[in-house]
């Protein structure tokens, strides 16, 4: 029974990344172990087909900004969401009102992956208190437009919309998380969601302190 569970891909896997990247009483979040928590969705999000690829692949574009930082001569300073937000901001690394010498910097790349994360947030929330019959893309279009969408133009929450009508079915969507049956998916969720929410409220706080929700 447990043993395909071990080697496959789980999501509770990619869910322990999010507790694992809070630091200090979840007064910071390391960089290295949020990015771990990305990779998992976008290997998941995989799964769900083709559909999807035009998502994951601006994920993964993320990701990879992060990562060289990271990787790159001043990656200790990258090291938690805190160091970066001070060390990007007083060497003016941070295009402010348009993007322009600083297109790409580590500030504004993790405010894309920030706001997903409110999507994936209310998406799960949405699963697990979702009785059996609930429609995967109606749940997953409400927590969209709850959330990405007030950032997306016209042409992408049109085609998200579409790409909704692909998402499987609630239990398949269970299956393919290979958690267990549906009751230890609900559980796992209500155990896992409260990390996610840890790393969002954090970083969210961060980012109003710092005036850095509106970085183009
Ligand atoms: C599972 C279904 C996935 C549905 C995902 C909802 C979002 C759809 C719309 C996203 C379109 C992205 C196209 C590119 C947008 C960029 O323009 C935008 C802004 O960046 P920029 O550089 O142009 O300023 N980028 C973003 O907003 C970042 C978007 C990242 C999307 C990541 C989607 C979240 C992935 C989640 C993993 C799915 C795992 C589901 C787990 C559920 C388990 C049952």
């Given at each position: 029974k447990m043993d395909s569970a071990e080697d496959k891909f789980c999501l509770r896997e990619v869910l322990v990344s999010f507790k694992s990247c809070l630091l200090n009483?979840?007064?910071?979040?390391?960089?290295?172990?949020?990015?771990?928590?990305?990779?998992?969705?976008?290997?998941?999000?995989?799964?769900?087909?083709?559909?999807?690829?035009?998502?994951?692949?601006?994920?993964?574009?993320?990701?990879?900004?992060?990562?060289?930082?990271?990787k790159g001569?001043?990656?200790?300073?990258?090291?938690?969401?805190?160091?970066?937000?001070?060390?990007?901001?007083?060497?003016?690394?941070?295009d402010l009102t348009k993007r322009s010498s600083h297109p790409d910097s580590g500030c504004r790349t993790l405010l894309r992956l920030h706001r997903a994360l409110r999507w994936?947030?209310?998406?799960?929330?949405?699963?697990?208190?979702?009785?059996e019959d609930s429609k995967t893309s109606t749940l997953c279009s409400e927590a969209y437009n709850d959330s990405l969408a007030n950032y997306h133009p016209w042409l992408i929450r049109k085609t998200a919309s579409v790409a909704f009508f692909a998402l499987p079915t609630r239990n398949t969507f269970f299956e393919v998380m290979n958690v267990g049956s549906p009751d230890v998916v609900v559980e796992m969720l209500g155990e896992a969601l409260p990390y996610v929410s840890k790393v969002y409220d954090f970083t969210q706080e961060l980012y109003v302190?710092?005036?850095?929700?509106d970085l183009p």
């Amino acid at each position: 029974k447990m043993d395909s569970a071990e080697d496959k891909f789980c999501l509770r896997e990619v869910l322990v990344s999010f507790k694992s990247c809070l630091l200090n009483d979840d007064k910071d979040v390391l960089v290295e172990h949020y990015l771990t928590g990305w990779k998992g969705l976008v290997r998941f999000m995989n799964t769900l087909g083709t559909v999807f690829s035009f998502v994951s692949k601006d994920a993964v574009t993320k990701i990879q900004i992060m990562e060289n930082y990271l990787k790159g001569d001043n990656g200790e300073r990258y090291r938690t969401l805190r160091s970066m937000v001070e060390y990007e901001l007083s060497g003016n690394l941070v295009d402010l009102t348009k993007r322009s010498s600083h297109p790409d910097s580590g500030c504004r790349t993790l405010l894309r992956l920030h706001r997903a994360l409110r999507w994936l947030q209310l998406f799960l929330e949405k699963l697990r208190t979702s009785s059996e019959d609930s429609k995967t893309s109606t749940l997953c279009s409400e927590a969209y437009n709850d959330s990405l969408a007030n950032y997306h133009p016209w042409l992408i929450r049109k085609t998200a919309s579409v790409a909704f009508f692909a998402l499987p079915t609630r239990n398949t969507f269970f299956e393919v998380m290979n958690v267990g049956s549906p009751d230890v998916v609900v559980e796992m969720l209500g155990e896992a969601l409260p990390y996610v929410s840890k790393v969002y409220d954090f970083t969210q706080e961060l980012y109003v302190q710092r005036n850095l929700l509106d970085l183009p």
